[in-house]
């Protein structure tokens, strides 16, 4: 029995990019049988460049594999059963219905984690743009209080 490749190969790296940027997640790719651990990919990302571009570029592909499964997960309704139990374990109603909970988790967990990986593309987009001069003055003056109800309209009899 061999254990985990840990000598950096072209080849292995390729695969890697490609499985995440098809959407599977580094630690699901690691656990798989021919792949190295974790920490030794991360070790080849500091002392591989062009792994570590094609890493990046593969994290940017994944962005857009999980906004796929977004759509496919918003469009394809999963029936499942809800199931109520008495306080002693006994079944007291059984429900099959879209696992609407369940679908609005998994979306928002793949919208989040789409907005982290390519944030100008999936993130929220705050358009802050102030342009052009502000020209004010502020001046006061002291008013008494017969002034001020005079000139608003109001006396003080």
Known sequence: MT????????VVADAICERLADGESLKSICTSDGMPH????????????????SYARAREAQADALFDEILDIANTPI??????????????????????????????????????LRPKVYGDKLDVDVTGALD?????KPVT??????????SDT
């Open 3 to 10: 254990g985990r490749p840990s000598d950096f190969t072209p």
């Open 38 to 53: 974790r920490a030794t990919v991360f070790r080849w990302l500091g002392a591989h460049a062009d792994f570590r571009d």
């Open 79 to 116: 029936t499942g059963e809800k199931t109520k139990v008495d306080k002693n374990g006994n079944v007291i109603e059984m429900t099959k219905a879209d696992m609407i909970d369940h679908r609005r988790l998994q979306i928002d967990a793949r919208k989040w984690i789409a907005a982290k």
């Open 136 to 140: 004010f003055v502020v001046s006061a």
């Open 145 to 154: 209080d017969e002034q001020w109800l005079k000139e608003h309209g109001r």
